[in-house]
């Protein structure tokens, strides 16, 4: 096909990047996702396809694009969870805000995916809990690719706490799905015990990998250190995948150690640490990962919407189910918001999109492991929760624009003080005791 020749790949590959930087450009006025743009450029882009007659009626499109669009996908997630964990600062006073958007990312996980998991298995017929589970957990893991990009003008507290929210919501996501995965595999039992295991190995292993990376790597004088930084961290991240262990923490490790090594690297540790390079292999990837992760998300996002079909959507059975979905995970994140924030939740409540994840771990299932399983309910859920996600910035905005605009046109006014004047009663009472 003529449009798919070399240079024409180029032209298109350079366009779709030039417009998602200006969607980004867009989001940052506009509180709108670049997400939502991106997927309405890639539903675009099909319509042309099919429009123009490049793709037959015999082509699979989603068949086709699924290898391209995992790989994005999984490289994407790596980017995506490094970027945010070289943003977490572990100081004294953030300990307890760390602690909190943890425990709130597990309880909003593991209630929302029950229940999403009652209302699957109540609508879609042979479908058994255990199924009902597997598929109901991508549904329920938030999306630190849109929400990350998206709260940038929320005050710094509330920034952080969904900066540090949804990079759980993600890690503690994926185990969950995994461990659910192989729960599948092995129905005989024992999964539980052999996955926490496997996790505390995994975490040891990390630190092992990261403390050997930063004191390795700190010597390499070559330019080219930083992607074979990256190269190595792709190749523990796929060798532990092939070994069944949970993978994600090497690269949450990795990012935390390099973010925070005045508190990894102390005592005898310290001395081995040349501070100065291992700041300038901190800054280096800081910046190659916002980079990398711009040009993955972008493309992984084009491709699912040049893969979806959006006639699936106008289901009522699809529209009744995910609506459903929907209202559960709300009213499970103001209950939880409240008991940890009280009244102070907005706009958090209704910060809850899901994205990148949810896509990713959906096309791990077995495929038609249940045939009833509409894929409209995946696009369903993750288009409304990040248009209520672009409402409720908006509202935030112009809430807190009307306060600032109340407070600078309505200055607190100055008088100059001066002193009481002293009353002639008082004056009388003064000379009578002089006297």
């Known amino acids: 096909m003529e449009v798919f020749s070399t240079y024409n790949v180029i032209i298109e590959a350079s366009s779709i990047l030039i417009l998602s930087f200006l969607f980004g450009e867009l989001a940052k006025k506009t509180n709108v996702p670049s997400v939502l743009m991106l997927i309405a450029l890639g539903i675009l882009i099909q319509f042309g396809l099919n429009q123009a007659g490049f793709l037959g009626v ?4 989603e068949k086709e694009l699924l290898p391209s669009l995992k790989l994005l996908g999984t490289i994407g997630v790596i980017m995506i969870v490094l970027e945010a964990a070289l943003e977490l600062k572990l100081e004294k006073g953030k300990y307890w805000a760390i602690a909190k958007a943890f425990a709130i990312a597990l309880i909003c996980l593991l209630v929302s995916t029950f229940i999403a998991a009652l209302i699957l298995k109540e609508f879609i017929s042979d479908m058994s809990m255990q ?3 597997l598929y109901a957990t991508p549904l329920s893991i938030l999306s630190s690719a849109i929400i990350i990009p998206s709260v940038n003008g929320l005050e710094e507290g509330k920034k952080e706490f969904h900066i540090y929210e949804s990079t759980f919501s993600d890690i503690l996501g994926i185990m969950f799905f995994i461990y659910q995965l192989k729960a599948l595999d092995s129905p005989e039992g024992g999964g539980l015990l052999k996955f926490s295991l ?11 990998v990261s403390y050997l990376i930063i004191l390795g790597f700190q010597h390499i004088k070559s330019h080219a250190k930083l992607f074979l930084l990256i190269a190595v961290l792709l190749l523990f991240y796929a060798v532990a995948n092939k070994l069944g262990l949970s993978s994600l923490p090497i ?13 990894f690297f102390r005592g005898k540790l310290g001395k081995y640490l040349i501070v100065e390079k291992a700041n300038e292999i901190y800054e280096g990837l800081h910046i190659l990962t916002l980079e990398t992760a711009f040009v993955v998300r972008t493309f992984f996002f084009v491709v699912f919407g040049i893969t979806i079909t959006l ?10 189910i995910s609506l459903a979905i929907i209202a559960s995970i709300y009213l499970i994140r103001w209950l939880v918001l409240f008991l940890f924030f009280g009244k102070d939740i907005m706009p958090q409540i209704f ?16 495929e038609n492991l249940v045939p009833g399983f509409d894929k409209g309910i995946l696009l369903f859920v993750i288009i409304v929760t990040s248009l209520i996600m672009t409402w409720a910035l908006i509202r ?19 008088a100059k003080w001066k002193a009481p004047s002293v009353t ?10 002089e006297e």
């Open 58 to 61: 015999d082509f699979n499109l």
């Open 251 to 263: 690269i949450l490790v990795f990012g935390l150690v390099i973010a925070n090594m005045g508190l």
């Open 311 to 320: 006639s699936s959507m106008l289901n009522l059975e699809v529209a009744l």
């Open 351 to 366: 910060i809850g999109p899901r994205g990148l994840i949810t896509i990713l771990l959906f096309y791990k299932i077995p």
């Open 198 to 208: 496997t996790t505390t190995l995994i975490l040891v292993i990390s630190f092992i």
């Open 424 to 433: 002639p009663a008082v004056k009388e009472k003064k000379h009578g005791e």
């Open 396 to 414: 935030d905005k112009k809430v807190r624009s009307i306060a600032i605009r109340q407070a600078t046109s309505n200055p607190i006014e100055t």
């Open 131 to 133: 199924h009902a589970m």
